[in-house]
């Protein structure tokens, strides 16, 4: 969408580079959506929900923000104005109705350079409530940015509904993307932070390809080349980027033990969620410890940063090795340590990263030692001004990564969710099913006897 003469025109941040980088992996531009809906235990007024949408535009000004091409390049800018003028509404008789309608709208490509760099759809729910389902290109939002649009959304309608004053404004992404143009004292910031970072990610060996099917995939790719020493597959092949989705929940009763633990213990459910899978991979990859994980940092450091929409996190390479005489209770020690160490270097832009693990693992542009994106999306009962919510991602059809994986503790159901975004031409729903079960009863085995080592774990947990 080309703006009108006299705009101000800027470039891509580096958070957003990291979205363009994506697109060159894929040929579904839809690889990069954020759709997400929460249904909310009330029947909301849609007309004045309509007006609330239009406010929470003029606010959130990455909602405003439109993309183009200029030549080989694509620049920015932000409109002044812009409403929907309508927004449709369904009524879902079933969850299962509900989901694939979501879903087929999170797979379809969205028309950023024609102008569409979000959807907003209303729907009643089966059972019940009322639900907002948003679909935005990574390019304006990110995850945070995206729950940002919901809880400053409610705040505006609770207004309308009550008369009351707006809630204070938001901070400015454009002010944020005005920041990082031309910047020769951040670049030379982003320098020195990636120097530190590069020798973290390059450690003294290569990291190993742990797949959540084994080292099946590694095995393949080892023959197809006939190198028996491969340990970095070539997995970003943008023909076969098909996804499938799967949710699978905790028992109350399991979920139950993790938040006992963790309150005992006071640690983030994140490190333990996280070892969970790491200790598994180890297990069922030939007890190859060494994992490197990208994990979604949301990037916001200041006030004005968290309360700000638009696209400022990005992945962030969590490398762990694991000490199988280590004990489980030490081992969440260390991770929290490395996620300390990550996030205060955490400015360090992707591309940085990536260029760094293929000059120095002296990759091809196919190959990554990355096996998932990890996240784990806090959540409380709080969060939408005390109304009982649900939450749902969607699945977007095709991604570059073999997998994402999105953990979270549901605040209400009080049970633990876990999505599996995963590319079906490297892992099945049965082997990702698998692979989930045998995560839950490593995270029990840790919880339930934290002394124990790593290693008794794994082999506990690989008969």
């Given at each position: 969408?080309?703006?009108?003469?006299?705009?101000?025109?800027?470039?891509?941040?580096?958070?957003?580079?990291?979205?363009?980088?994506?697109?060159?992996?894929?040929?579904?531009?839809?690889?990069?959506?954020?759709?997400?809906?929460?249904?909310?235990?009330?029947?909301?007024?849609?007309?004045?929900?309509?007006?609330?949408?239009?406010?929470?535009?003029?606010?959130?000004?990455?909602?405003?923000?439109?993309?183009?091409?200029?030549?080989?390049?694509?620049?920015?800018?932000?409109?002044?104005?812009?409403?929907?003028?309508?927004?449709?509404?369904?009524?879902?008789?079933?969850?299962?109705?509900?989901?694939?309608?979501?879903?087929?709208?999170?797979?379809?490509?969205?028309?950023?350079?024609?102008?569409?760099?979000?959807?907003?759809?209303?729907?009643?729910?089966?059972?019940?409530?009322?639900?907002?389902?948003?679909?935005?290109?990574?390019?304006?939002?990110?995850?945070?940015?995206?729950?940002?649009?919901?809880?400053?959304?409610?705040?505006?309608?609770?207004?309308?509904?009550?008369?009351?004053?707006?809630?204070?404004?938001?901070?400015?992404?454009?002010?944020?993307?005005?920041?990082?143009?031309?910047?020769?004292?951040?670049?030379?910031?982003?320098?020195k932070e990636g120097k530190i970072l590069e020798d973290w990610v390059v450690m003294d060996r290569r990291p190993v390809f742990n797949a959540m099917n084994g080292p099946k995939v590694l095995d393949r790719h080892s023959r197809l080349v006939h190198k028996k020493d491969l340990n970095m597959p070539f997995v970003y092949m943008p023909l076969n980027d098909k996804t499938h989705l799967l949710k699978l929940r905790l028992s109350r009763e399991d979920s139950a033990k993790i938040d006992a633990f963790v309150a005992e213990?006071?640690?983030?459910?994140?490190?333990?969620?996280?070892?969970?899978?790491?200790?598994?991979?180890?297990?069922?990859?030939?007890?190859?410890?060494?994992?490197?994980?990208?994990?979604?940092?949301?990037?916001?450091?200041?006030?004005?940063?968290?309360?700000?929409?638009?696209?400022?996190?990005?992945?962030?390479?969590?490398?762990?090795?694991?000490?199988?005489?280590?004990?489980?209770?030490?081992?969440?020690?260390?991770?929290?340590?490395?996620?300390?160490?990550?996030?205060?270097?955490?400015?360090?832009?992707?591309?940085?990263?990536?260029?760094?693990?293929?000059?120095?693992?002296?990759?091809?542009?196919?190959?990554?030692?990355?096996?998932?994106?990890?996240?784990?999306?806090?959540?409380?009962?709080?969060?939408?001004?005390?109304?009982?919510?649900?939450?749902?991602?969607?699945?977007?059809?095709?991604?570059?990564?073999?997998?994402?994986?999105?953990?979270?503790?549901?605040?209400?159901?009080?049970?633990?969710?876990?999505?599996?975004?995963?590319?079906?031409?490297?892992?099945?729903?049965?082997?990702?099913?698998?692979?989930?079960?045998?995560?839950?009863?490593?995270?029990?085995?840790?919880?339930?006897?934290?002394?124990?080592?790593?290693?008794?774990?794994?082999?506990?947990?690989?008969?």
């Amino acid at each position: 969408m080309k703006p009108q003469k006299n705009k101000t025109i800027y470039h891509l941040i580096h958070s957003q580079d990291m979205v363009q980088y994506m697109w060159r992996y894929t040929l579904h531009m839809q690889a990069t959506h954020i759709p997400f809906s929460l249904v909310f235990d009330e029947e909301l007024d849609f007309s004045l929900l309509v007006k609330a949408v239009n406010l929470e535009i003029a606010r959130n000004d990455c909602l405003r923000l439109r993309l183009f091409r200029q030549g080989l390049k694509i620049r920015e800018y932000f409109l002044d104005e812009y409403r929907l003028e309508k927004i449709p509404l369904k009524t879902f008789r079933t969850r299962q109705e509900q989901e694939r309608v979501l879903d087929a709208d999170a797979s379809t490509k969205l028309d950023v350079f024609g102008g569409e760099t979000f959807r907003v759809i209303f729907f009643r729910a089966p059972g019940g409530g009322s639900g907002i389902y948003l679909n935005a290109s990574h390019m304006i939002m990110d995850a945070m940015a995206a729950f940002m649009f919901f809880k400053d959304l409610l705040a505006v309608y609770d207004s309308l509904k009550n008369g009351t004053p707006m809630p204070r404004p938001l901070s400015r992404y454009e002010d944020i993307i005005a920041s990082e143009q031309d910047n020769p004292a951040l670049e030379e910031h982003l320098a020195k932070e990636g120097k530190i970072l590069e020798d973290w990610v390059v450690m003294d060996r290569r990291p190993v390809f742990n797949a959540m099917n084994g080292p099946k995939v590694l095995d393949r790719h080892s023959r197809l080349v006939h190198k028996k020493d491969l340990n970095m597959p070539f997995v970003y092949m943008p023909l076969n980027d098909k996804t499938h989705l799967l949710k699978l929940r905790l028992s109350r009763e399991d979920s139950a033990k993790i938040d006992a633990f963790v309150a005992e213990n006071r640690l983030s459910p994140e490190w333990v969620v996280q070892l969970g899978m790491r200790l598994y991979l180890s297990a069922i990859n030939r007890h190859a410890n060494d994992s490197l994980f990208w994990v979604l940092c949301p990037r916001r450091k200041t006030v004005k940063e968290k309360r700000c929409g638009g696209t400022l996190a990005s992945p962030m390479p969590w490398r762990e090795i694991l000490r199988e005489d280590k004990t489980f209770r030490q081992t969440l020690d260390q991770l929290a340590q490395t996620q300390a160490f990550l996030f205060r270097h955490s400015d360090v832009p992707y591309l940085t990263v990536r260029e760094t693990e293929l000059r120095r693992f002296h990759l091809t542009l196919l190959q990554s030692a990355n096996s998932m994106m990890f996240s784990y999306l806090p959540l409380d009962e709080n969060t939408f001004g005390g109304r009982k919510y649900e939450i749902a991602g969607y699945n977007i059809g095709y991604y570059v990564i073999p997998v994402y994986t999105l953990a979270l503790r549901d605040p209400f159901e009080k049970r633990y969710v876990f999505s599996y975004i995963h590319r079906l031409w490297l892992t099945t729903d049965e082997e990702v099913e698998r692979f989930h079960a045998g995560v839950v009863r490593t995270i029990l085995a840790g919880i339930e006897n934290p002394e124990k080592t790593l290693g008794e774990i794994m082999e506990e947990v690989s008969c």
